[in-house]
Nanobody, 122 residues
Framework: VQLQASGGGLVQAGGSLRLSCAAS????????MGWFRQAPGKEREFVAA????????YYADSVKGRFTIFSDNSKNTVFLRMNSLKPEDTAIYYC????????????????WGQGTQVTVSS
């Protein structure tokens, strides 16, 4: 299983970015896909997750109302739309996958992408 994250960059506060996570290597119909982030000196934290069929989504309180996770099953790709970005959103963003139910616990995700840097300037 391979996950390829992309779409990070430098944006001003209040701006938007869309991250992509392309999955390959197996059928993901029963998987949960998640986005996590890690800022320098901090632990990796949960951002959002989605059941692969798109029926349910989950968000950290810090991003609710600003970020949207969605999937394009035909392309085996999960997206994270990030609006109203804040400097505190600056981090490396990782996508991850796991079989079974959604969880915010990073340790329970089996597969990880390489990460994409998001930097929000004030």
């Amino acid at each position: 299983v391979q996950l390829q994250a992309s779409g990070g960059g430098l944006v001003q506060a209040g701006g938007s970015l869309r991250l992509s996570c392309a999955a390959s290597g197996r059928t993901f119909s029963s998987y949960v896909m998640g986005w996590f982030r890690q800022a320098p000196g901090k632990e990796r934290e949960f951002v959002a997750a989605i059941d692969w069929n798109g029926a349910s989504t989950y968000y950290a309180d810090s991003v609710k109302g600003r970020f949207t996770i969605f999937s394009d099953n035909s392309k085996n790709t999960v997206f994270l739309r990030m609006n109203s970005l804040k400097p505190e959103d600056t981090a490396i963003y990782y996508c991850a996958a796991r079989g079974g139910g959604a969880t915010s616990r990073a340790a329970l995700y089996s597969y990880w992408g390489q990460g994409t840097q998001v930097t929000v300037s004030s």
